[in-house]
């Protein structure tokens, strides 16, 4: 990964041709079934690092998308190992149930107060969030069209952050159904409408990476061909979609007590993650990519191996057999060579400034 030295840390540098690379990776209180700051590193000599750590992240930003206390804590063992502070976007998504009045203010400065906190915790942390994360899959349609009061919600949340952070990048990720509905072709508009208003409106608000996420319905080609068609020609020049590609094999409709990995989960998310690599090959719009999801803390009983599906949730990208063998080691080391392109099965194009 190229570094820059900034006041004595290393941050990720934002040179055209790095990627954003980041993954839900939600959180739990059970440390049996966490992910830890291991599910993140690589060897530095795998890409060559002249660091001067052994370790680097294969990741280029964290995603908050649980307790923010934990990602505070990444954040800093990250720093430790590897010398790299990765920015963070911080999940604020109270827009989406509060609406656009008093109350979102009153939970907007809450937000602040909260992250002050953990930069007084965590002193690696800088100032102002890096980035604020406004939410997944917030339902936009309705059968009658456009939801115009959580547009306005959404638009009011964008201004509050602008205001308070202004160089804060916002990011939101919506349902598939909201880029494509009415849409005869796909399974689950449920009649909902007004997508061609939801992208002019989205193309009109002061966000700057949005995404949306399908994993069983809709495959590459058409996924990009409604992007293309719907989504593209409302979005201003200067922002910027995230692919979400699917590492969660058997997450739904797999047998319990089946064997799933090493093996076929491997093999279906490999050639996920290859399309969705060409696709950002050929595609400037895209910034980078939210990889669902890092690992499957959806178990009940951790003694059991997750590769035998022991409670129908599947697999997440990091999930180990009892064997001590990588549930799916294929797709792992793509998606782990991507920051340094040094093995990817298919070559990253040039990507544009990703920090603001």
């Known amino acids: 990964m190229a570094l820059l030295p900034i006041a004595g840390l290393t941050?990720?540098?934002?040179?055209?041709?790095?990627?954003v690379l980041t993954s839900?990776?939600?959180?739990?209180?059970?440390?049996?079934?966490?992910?830890?700051?291991?599910?993140?590193?690589?060897?530095?000599?795998?890409?060559?690092s002249s660091?001067?750590?052994a370790e680097e992240p294969w990741q280029s930003?964290?995603?908050?998308?649980?307790?923010?206390?934990?990602?505070?804590?990444?954040?800093?063992?990250?720093?430790?190992?590897?010398?790299?502070?990765?920015?963070?976007?911080?999940?604020?998504?109270?827009?989406?149930?509060l609406g656009g009045g008093a109350s979102l203010d009153t939970s907007w400065e809450a937000f602040i107060a909260r992250y002050r906190e953990l930069v007084t915790e965590f002193p690696q942390l800088p100032a102002a969030p890096w980035g604020v994360f406004l939410g997944d899959e917030p339902n936009m349609l309705t059968p009658d069209g456009l939801n115009q009061s959580k547009v306005a919600s959404l638009e009011r949340a964008l201004t509050l952050v602008r205001h308070s952070f202004p160089n804060a990048t916002t990011y939101a990720n919506f349902l598939y159904a909201s880029f494509a509905c009415p849409d005869a072709s796909y399974c689950c508009c449920a009649g909902r409408t007004g997508s061609s208003a939801l992208a002019a409106a989205l193309g009109g608000m002061d966000l700057d990476w949005?995404?949306?996420?399908?994993?069983?319905d809709v495959?590459?080609?058409?996924?990009?061909?409604?992007?293309?068609?719907?989504?593209y020609p409302h979005l201003r020049a200067d922002q910027r979609v995230l692919l979400v590609p699917f590492a969660a094999y058997c997450e739904l409709g797999c047998a319990k007590n089946s064997t799933i990995a090493p093996g076929p989960a491997d093999e279906r998310c490999a050639a996920v993650a290859r399309d969705y690599l060409a696709w950002a090959a050929r595609d400037g719009r895209v910034a980078g990519f939210a990889i669902y999801r890092l690992k499957n803390l959806w178990r009940t009983d951790v003694t059991r191996d997750v590769c035998h599906n022991p409670d129908g949730t599947g697999l997440g990208l990091v999930d180990v057999c009892a064997s001590g063998e990588a549930a799916a080691p294929k797709t792992l080391a793509l998606w782990q060579s991507v920051l340094s392109n040094a093995t990817a099965a298919v070559p990253v194009a040039p990507f544009f400034e990703i920090n603001r």
Request: glycine share 4%; proline share 5%.
């Open 219 to 231: 495959s590459t080609a058409p996924y990009e061909a409604t992007y293309r068609s719907n989504l």
């Open 11 to 19: 941050l990720p540098c934002s040179a055209a041709s790095r990627p």
């Open 61 to 97: 930003h964290i995603l908050a998308v649980g307790n923010a206390t934990y990602y505070a804590a990444l954040s800093a063992e990250l720093l430790k190992r590897t010398g790299v502070l990765l920015p963070t976007l911080w999940q604020w998504d109270a827009w989406a149930t």
């Open 210 to 216: 949005l995404s949306s996420d399908e994993y069983y």
């Open 24 to 48: 839900w990776a939600y959180t739990v209180e059970n440390k049996q079934l966490m992910w830890s700051a291991e599910d993140w590193v690589v060897p530095a000599a795998a890409s060559g």
């Open 51 to 53: 660091s001067g750590f």
